[in-house]
């Protein structure tokens, strides 16, 4: 398998075992790849409507990354607009397929579209824009693009 080959999930209950791992900070490092962060984000947006993903996701992934061992600094660990563009992404392809599908076939249809690409958010940013460290610490606007077309 490539470094950028999608991993689709075969079950709901491996998702669920990723958003609940995420939230209790015992996911395995190795096991936080772009497609746990889109099945745990769908997840959460399905499942948990108790957390607010916008105002909370930021606080739960820096939570995680520092309990395994990683850092939330300038240039690594969390990114909040890429996390905010994600979270756009999820809401909007979970509202389109709505509730008839298995959260696994929503999500690998999402992973598999443009929504789920790795480098969603230059669609919209360019690479200056999005790799800044304000972009990293707060929700910058759109340099590219606006996210109504996400």
């Known amino acids: 398998m490539s470094e950028f080959e999608v991993r689709l999930f075969k079950d709901d209950a491996s998702i669920v075992a990723i958003g609940e791992g995420l939230l209790s900070a015992t996911l395995p490092l190795e096991a936080w790849t772009h497609e746990a962060h889109l099945a745990a984000c769908s997840w959460l947006v399905r499942a948990r409507g108790d957390i607010d993903t916008?105002?909370?996701?930021?606080?739960?992934?820096?939570?995680?990354?520092?309990a395994?061992?990683?850092?939330?600094?300038?240039?690594?660990?969390?990114?909040?607009?890429?996390?905010?563009?994600?979270?756009?992404?999820?809401?909007?392809?979970?509202?389109?397929?709505?509730h008839a599908l298995p959260l696994h076939e929503a999500?690998?249809?999402?992973?598999?579209?443009?929504?789920?690409?790795?480098?969603?958010?230059?669609?919209?940013?360019?690479?200056?824009?999005?790799?800044?460290?304000?972009?990293?610490?707060?929700?910058v606007a759109p340099d590219r693009l606006g996210l109504k077309h996400i």
Do not use: C, M, P, W
């Open 54 to 66: 916008e105002r909370e996701l930021s606080l739960i992934i820096s939570f995680y990354n520092v």
């Open 68 to 98: 395994v061992g990683g850092v939330n600094d300038d240039t690594r660990g969390y990114h909040h607009t890429i996390t905010q563009v994600y979270i756009a992404s999820v809401k909007a392809h979970l509202a389109e397929v709505g």
């Open 107 to 139: 999500v690998n249809a999402l992973l598999l579209s443009e929504r789920g690409r790795r480098d969603l958010a230059l669609r919209f940013y360019s690479k200056e824009r999005l790799f800044s460290v304000q972009a990293r610490r707060e929700f």
